[in-house]
């Protein structure tokens, strides 16, 4: 059997043709009533017989149109299928009165009525064969009772031109069989053709929805992005204008700077939620698993955004669980601090829940972050997964976000395996609900509480800055000077591996991803990483720090453990980045290491 859709599709086609032929049917039977009548006429055998087997042809011919005019009038009465099977039996009603009355032919002294019979006989199967052949069922049980009466009785009747006449009438319900077989074959064949075709253009079609729809979303995500980028950008360019007025006062210069910082901020906050997203859609983000109690990333959170409730008059409870979870420690931060973010911004009077609930699983549970906050309706509650959607910010002021917290929250609980369920009315508050795995505390290595603390100085670190981009290395070699590091800036591998042949053991080897005349970071890491193996100096860390999003190189290095920082890179963000490396280099014996795989950076990701 084939598939359903090309079955039904073969089914639909063979009604519409079979039953289209009907009314030319119809005449034609009218017409070989009479042929049969007129030549049995002079001497008809068994005339009441005779009478009511050809009654019943004429009753069996009008009931076929009765057919034909109910599926005219009620086509979606029955399946296809059915339709077929109610044709077949039309068929053997029409077609075994003229069959079966060949009998008559034998039983009449008319020598020469059992040729004129086969004749009538053979006419009507080439209208089976026409009308039936695409129909297994149909054709075969027409062409039987028009043929093989006749086979029958002209074999039994042992005379040597009825044989012979039997046999000619024997091979061509053989040969009519066999051609039907291909009749049919070409019918499926031209139907399968059409239903590809047909299904072809849908999909086609649904494809092109699909991109115009991609299209119309990156054109709004481009439309927000650009006027959100373009005010603090048009903000610092009037403020940096200003810097120049020699009539300003110290004073109001340390303002307008103060207001730069302010802006870059905004901009740079802006931006990362952009590369976050980003990130998350060009698949270079990791998911690193841990076995972690619960309790301690909710109160890794809640004391982040406790300050900010109670400043509103919130409460932030947090729900006590023992739990030990299997999970990404790093990413649940993140979904965790955006939905908590929300609930203190959207939440003016009563209380925050941040919780884990069972829901009747073993393997793990749904935690949830509950507000009783302002509430979404119902048709917002699609949109405000969409990039950049807010429900009330017509002005898009900074300060009330940029739309792309939930868009991330879904895509990154999707990426740890699970779904962002959401439960909300105006002015009842809301219920964000995402599942977690439950993990196995034999497996705990380390505490939450153990990557925020303070890592290791960077006083007299000496670090190796690879970058082709001559204000970026100047910059980099600066700030790192600045922390007390003993900088030296490379801008290519060759420059790098001469810095080393030198003798400069670095502690740390920072590194840009695209480099000059086609090298990649991760083939200068690695060249250095080897010329610091063979003089037996193993124990530098390493970094790439990268604009790119989409390379695959990117996501193979992301899959290795390697640590990666998106650019914009707040010196805040390459600080921690590297104690947490200095930090775990020193706890594993300072190792020649690149693989950081085991270590939750939260920065990398
Ligand atoms: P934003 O940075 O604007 O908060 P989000 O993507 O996080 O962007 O949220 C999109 C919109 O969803 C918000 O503008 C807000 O209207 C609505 N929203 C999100 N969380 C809540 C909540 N806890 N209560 C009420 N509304 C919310």
Redesign the pocket.
């Known amino acids: 059997m084939r598939a359903d859709p090309v079955q039904r599709a073969i089914d639909e086609d063979l009604v519409r043709v079979l039953y289209a032929q009907n009314p030319i049917a119809f005449f034609t039977h009218w017409f070989a009533i009479a042929v049969l009548v007129s030549i049995y006429w002079v001497d008809m055998p068994y005339p009441h017989l005779f009478a009511a087997c050809f009654g019943f042809y004429a009753v069996a011919n009008f009931a076929a149109l009765g057919l034909w005019l109910c599926r005219r009038r009620w086509p979606n009465a029955m399946t296809a299928r059915n339709w077929i099977r109610l044709h077949a039996l039309r068929g053997v009603l029409l077609y075994s009165a003229p069959g079966l009355a060949i009998w008559f032919a034998f039983h009449s002294r008319q020598a020469d009525l059992p040729v004129l019979h086969t004749v009538m006989l053979v006419t009507l199967a080439a209208g089976v064969f026409m009308s039936n052949g695409f129909d297994l069922l149909n054709f075969s049980t027409g062409i039987i009772f028009v043929l093989l009466p006749a086979i029958v009785l002209l074999f039994g009747s042992h005379n040597f031109d009825r044989t012979i006449l039997a046999i000619v009438l024997a091979f061509f319900f053989c040969a009519i069989n066999v051609y039907a077989i291909s009749y049919r074959k070409l019918f499926q064949r031209v139907v399968q053709a059409r239903v590809d075709q047909q299904q072809l253009a849908e999909s086609l079609a649904e494809q092109k929805h699909v991109a115009e729809e991609a299209s119309l979303a990156k054109t709004r995500f481009f439309a927000a992005a650009s006027h959100d980028l373009r005010q603090p950008l048009h903000a610092i360019g009037l403020l940096a204008a200003s810097l120049n007025d020699v009539a300003v006062t110290q004073a109001q210069h340390g303002k307008t700077a103060a207001h730069i910082v302010h802006n870059v901020e905004a901009l740079n906050q802006l931006f990362n939620q952009v590369l976050d997203l980003a990130r998350l859609e060009s698949g270079v983000t990791q998911v690193i698993r841990l076995h972690f109690r619960l309790d301690e990333l909710f109160e890794r959170v809640g004391s982040q955004y406790r300050p900010q409730a109670a400043a509103k008059g919130l409460a932030l409870r947090i729900a006590p669980t023992t739990m030990v979870v299997h999970d990404d420690p790093v990413l649940l931060e993140r979904v965790l601090s ?2 908590l ?3 203190v ?3 003016e009077e009563g209380a925050i829940w941040v919780g884990l609930r069972r829901g009747g699983r073993r393997d793990g549970g749904y935690i949830e ?1 509950r ?1 009783s ?4 309706p119902a048709v ?1 509650q699609e949109r ?2 969409e990039e950049f ?5 017509p002005q898009r002021d900074a300060c ?10 879904r895509r990154l609980v999707e990426l740890l395996g699970g779904e962002l369920r959401l439960r ?1 009315a105006p002015g009842r ?2 219920v ?1 609900r995402f599942p977690v795995r439950v993990g196995d505390p034999g497996g705990i290595v380390t505490s939450l509480s153990d990557t925020v603390v303070t890592g290791p100085s960077a006083q007299g670190r000496r670090v190796l800055c690879i970058d082709d981009d001559p204000s970026i290395l100047e910059g980099l070699t600066r700030l790192l000077g600045r922390w007390g590091c003993i900088v030296r800036g490379a801008r290519d591998e060759t420059l790098a591996l001469q810095a080393l042949s030198e003798g400069f053991v670095p502690d740390a080897v920072l590194c840009d991803f695209q480099l000059a005349n086609h090298r990649t970071g991760a083939q200068a890491l690695t060249a250095v990483r080897e010329a610091l193996r063979r003089s037996g100096h193993e124990g530098a860390v390493m970094l790439l720090i990268t604009g790119d999003m989409a390379s695959g190189e990117l996501a193979t290095l992301a899959a290795q453990g390697i640590p990666v920082l998106h650019k914009p890179v707040t010196p805040a963000r390459l600080r921690r980045t590297l104690e947490i490396l200095w930090q775990q280099a020193e706890r594993d014996g300072a190792a020649g290491n690149l693989a950081t795989a085991s270590c939750p950076l939260p920065a990398s990701r």
């Open positions: 955006n939905l973010s929300n609930a911004r959207y939440t972050v507000d906050g302002i509430g979404i917002e405000i997964f959607y807010q429900v009330a910010n009330q976000g940029h739309g792309l917290g939930l868009p991330t929250v909300s508050g809301s964000f």
